[in-house]
Nanobody, 124 residues
Framework: QVQLVESGGGLVQAGGSLSLSCSAS????????VGWFRQPPGKEREFVAA????????FYADSVKGRFTISRDNAKNTVLLRMNSLKPEDAAVYYC?????????????????WGQGTQVTVSS
């Protein structure tokens, strides 16, 4: 099993930046692809970005492409999500999730383990 803890959320003005961190413990972290998802108030959880288990491949939702960057450090059991040029519509609870597949899924159903989430608020 893998335990995931997100951190780094907070309040930021539109146009600003935040970095979210997903820290893992438990099983060998490098055996899992990792994804970031977000859930705005009253909406379904949606895919944001994902990274393969060795970090060679990354994937992004169209809405964040060019603004967000996902990376991982398997030695530190950490995945980062760097968010630039934030918009009010980026406000949500952000979750990281671990996927046993070598190439991550872009839907929630493909993920085996989830963190508790971290709130991101963007003021206009």
């Amino acid at each position: 099993q893998v335990q995931l803890v997100e951190s780094g959320g907070g309040l930021v003005q539109a146009g600003g930046s935040l970095s979210l961190s997903c820290s893992a413990s438990g099983s060998i972290f490098s055996n899992y692809a990792v994804g970031w998802f977000r859930q705005p108030p009253g909406k379904e959880r949606e895919f944001v970005a994902a990274i393969s288990w060795r970090g060679a491949s990354t994937f992004y939702a169209d809405s964040v492409k060019g603004r967000f960057t996902i990376s991982r450090d398997n030695a530190k059991n950490t995945v980062l999500l760097r968010m630039n040029s934030l918009k009010p519509e980026d406000a949500a609870v952000y979750y990281c999730a671990a996927d046993k597949s070598s190439v991550p899924h872009k839907t929630t159903k493909g993920y085996d383990y989830w963190g508790q989430g971290t709130q991101v608020t963007v003021s206009s």
